[in-house]
């Protein structure tokens, strides 16, 4: 690893609907082929990379509870559209000449790996960048869950979580014009605020693990070689 790396191990969530670009469903190709770059970019340069993909551009099981469907028929669709995500994540990545596996928390042999954690750190070791799919494989959860808990699995440095805005504010920028923006917050501090980071289940999983957390505004080019380098980019949480 370079020697001006900050980490050597990461996790990045990414929100589905960080795929979709300006579109309101589904996968922006120019988009995800954006992310890829940006992800390669990290690998090369030394970063060990797993990825955790949300689902939201296609289904949310509480969205679709709402509509009137079971919320675990819900959820588990929810937990399918991660893992198209994640393929299509997959190919972006093999496109550009980097390695991808994808590995989901439910069995689908056909189109993915199972998630077995020591595979999982072998392949990051090895250079493969690993996409976590279908959240943590149970209804009820979010991929924010999922994104806490396999950092904390794979004993990732620093979980990155991809936003929008360049960081937490106390109340929603676009709506609120002297919202406060936080350079750093605590985890208790985020969960008593209840500031829009990731929900609280993950926020308590990164609290209880000492899991330091980044949220960063992924629409800014080179952001994430920014943050590997050390600089303060977007809001840091952590004890
Ligand atoms: N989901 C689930 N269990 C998990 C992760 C996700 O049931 O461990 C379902 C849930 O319905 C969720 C959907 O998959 O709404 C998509 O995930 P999420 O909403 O976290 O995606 P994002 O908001 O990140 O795009």
């Not at 496109?95 to 189109?111: E, L, N, P, T």
């Not at 609290?207 to 957390?213: A, S």
Request: aromatic residues 6%; contains cysteine; proline residues 2%.
């Amino acid at each position: 690893m370079s020697d001006q790396l900050k980490y050597r191990r990461i996790l990045l969530k990414l929100s589905g609907e960080a795929l979709m670009g300006d579109a309101d469903y589904g996968i922006d190709p120019k988009v995800i082929g954006w992310l890829a770059d940006e992800i390669i970019e990290m690998q090369r340069a030394g970063v060990q990379i797993g990825v955790v993909i949300g689902g939201g551009n296609i289904f949310r099981g509480a969205g679709l509870a709402a509509a009137g469907m079971d919320r675990v028929t819900g959820d588990h669709m929810g937990m399918l559209a991660t893992v198209m995500n994640a393929l299509a994540m997959q190919d972006a990545v093999e496109k550009r000449g980097g390695f991808a596996r994808v590995m989901s928390a439910i069995q689908i042999h056909d189109v993915a790996e199972d998630f077995i954690r020591r595979r999982a750190i072998r392949h990051i070791e090895k250079g493969r960048i690993v996409l976590f799919a279908a959240g943590i494989g149970n209804p009820f959860f979010t991929t924010d869950s999922a994104a806490a808990l396999r950092a904390i699995e794979i004993s990732a440095d620093l979980l990155l979580k991809a936003t929008k805005v360049d960081g937490v504010y106390s109340a929603d920028p676009a709506k609120v014009k002297d919202a406060e923006r936080f350079e750093q917050l605590n985890y208790d501090q985020v969960i008593e605020r209840k500031l829009a980071v990731m929900d609280t289940a993950a926020i308590a999983l990164c609290r209880d693990h000492r899991m330091p957390l980044r949220i960063y505004d992924m629409t800014v080019p080179g952001n994430l070689m920014r943050i590997m380098r050390g600089e303060a980019v977007g809001t840091l949480v952590d004890a």
